[in-house]
């Protein structure tokens, strides 16, 4: 294993590391930048997303192009719900706003599975998209990574 292709932290994961392979996951997204992202992933890493199937960093950052297309304002928060060996389980939620200015919630959990390497290989989302009005909305800090001091999903008890 090349220091180039490995991703840190590697498993087996302990919570520490869990934590914190959640976190770089998802300020990776909050980034919005399908490059960046689709590097965390194997060449050949499978992905169930709702109801797409997607199989290697091509397709993924296909995906993420489309995705962040539609999804304007996106911005997320994972937690871990648990980890044994190479796999992370998260539950999410991400706010974002269509078109027209309508904002939703996205609900989501998200099984992973890591190469040596601390690459994801398999990914499985479950999502679902709830309207919310703009005065519900509960991720508001600019663009990009959540800061560090913003809380949590379950501080924000959601």
Same mark, same amino acid.
């Given at each position: 294993?090349? @220091?180039? $292709?490995?991703?840190?932290?590697?498993?087996?994961?302990?919570? !520490?590391? /869990?934590?914190?392979? /959640?976190?770089?996951?998802?300020?990776?997204?909050?980034?919005?930048?399908?490059?960046?992202?689709?590097?965390?992933?194997?060449?050949?890493?499978?992905?169930?997303?709702? $109801?797409?199937?997607?199989?290697?960093?091509?397709?993924?950052?296909?995906?993420?192009?489309?995705?962040? @297309?539609? !999804?304007?304002?996106?911005?997320?928060?994972?937690?871990?719900?648990?980890?044994?060996?190479?796999?992370? /389980?998260?539950?999410?939620?991400?706010?974002?706003?269509? !078109? $027209?200015?309508?904002?939703?919630?996205?609900?989501?959990?998200?099984?992973?599975?890591?190469?040596?390497?601390?690459?994801?290989?398999?990914? !499985? /989302? $479950?999502?679902?998209?709830?309207?919310?009005?703009?005065?519900?909305?509960?991720?508001?800090?600019?663009?990009?990574?959540?800061?560090?001091?913003?809380?949590?999903?379950?501080?924000?008890?959601?």
């Amino acid at each position: 294993m090349s @220091a180039q $292709s490995a991703k840190p932290p590697l498993p087996p994961f302990t919570k !520490e590391t /869990a934590i914190q392979k /959640a976190r770089m996951a998802e300020d990776a997204w909050n980034s919005r930048d399908p490059h960046k992202v689709s590097l965390a992933y194997t060449e050949d890493s499978y992905w169930r997303n709702r $109801s797409e199937f997607i199989l290697g960093r091509d397709e993924i950052k296909a995906f993420l192009q489309r995705k962040w @297309a539609k !999804e304007n304002g996106y911005r997320l928060i994972k937690e871990v719900w648990a980890w044994h060996d190479n796999r992370i /389980a998260v539950r999410f939620q991400y706010e974002w706003h269509d !078109e $027209s200015g309508k904002w939703y919630r996205a609900y989501g959990n998200e099984n992973w599975e890591f190469s040596e390497q601390g690459l994801m290989c398999r990914r !499985e /989302a $479950s999502i679902n998209d709830v309207a919310i009005d703009d005065q519900d909305r509960k991720f508001l800090w600019p663009q990009g990574p959540r800061p560090q001091d913003h809380p949590g999903l379950t501080e924000l008890g959601l």
